[in-house]
């Protein structure tokens, strides 16, 4: 599901085998470096001693990957140095809605995940909310949308509706949501929660070309910055 580089490794969500992989695009040696091929589960540690269940979005700041765990309802710590895998927020096999520090707050099914170095910004998807993790406190608040309510709605907070959002990138200054359920992308101030339709029209799918909601998507889920466009 997810990828992402550090240096000139790739790592690789590998998602039904519960598993973190980094890929050398130079050798193409590819070496399992957390999580256990096929084992399911939950457990913090080292290496092939941590469990996943189902990972899917990652992000990179620093030296450490953050992961979404997303059927242990969770988001997951990576040292790329030391392959210590850590519960960061949420709990395992306890999916919810709930703000709150760290093992207090609750997601349902997190997927896409990204960061603007001071905080995580994670779509959880079943949920239909884009959430906020604060990296120096642990403190998760929901963003955008209203946690249980399925729609499209553009707005500020919880009078932002989302269906199903997968992907979520930074570009510097803004946050943009592959909102699959509604067929659009969205574009999201992490200041004020303000939520807005960059392209698509909610609702309706399709393949057209064109100019914002001229354009049509199906279903969109992945989303990257590459710093000209999205």
Not at 3 to 10: K, R
Not at 32 to 40: E, I, K, L, V
Not at 70 to 77: E, G, Y
Not at 99 to 126: E, H, K, M, N
């Amino acid at each position: 599901r997810g990828i992402t580089s550090v240096g000139d490794y790739l790592y690789v969500a590998d998602e039904v085998n519960n598993s973190i992989r980094s890929v050398d695009p130079t050798t193409r040696a590819v070496t399992t470096m957390a999580g256990s091929g096929g084992a399911s589960g939950s457990a913090d540690g080292t290496a092939s001693t941590a469990r996943f269940s189902f990972p899917f979005g990652m992000a990179l700041s620093g030296a450490t990957l953050y992961v979404t765990d997303s059927t242990n309802h969770t988001v997951r710590s990576v040292d790329t140095a030391s392959w210590q895998v850590t519960t960061i927020a949420g709990r395992a096999e306890t999916p919810g809605s709930t703000d709150g520090a760290r093992s207090a707050a609750r997601f349902y099914g997190p997927r896409g995940i990204a960061t603007d170095g001071l905080s995580l910004y994670v779509c959880d998807a079943q949920n239909h909310t884009v959430r906020e993790i604060g990296l120096a406190t642990g403190e998760v608040a929901t963003l955008a949308g209203s946690a249980g309510t399925a729609g499209y709605a553009d707005g500020v907070g919880a009078s932002a509706w989302f269906r199903s959002p997968q992907g979520i990138a930074w570009d510097g200054s803004r946050l943009y949501v592959a909102d699959a359920g509604n067929h659009v992308v969205r574009g999201i101030d992490p200041e004020s929660g303000d939520v807005t339709t960059v392209v698509g029209q909610g609702g309706a799918p399709g393949i057209d070309d064109g100019v914002g909601q001229a354009a049509r998507f199906y279903q969109p889920h992945g989303i990257a910055w590459d710093g000209d466009r999205k």
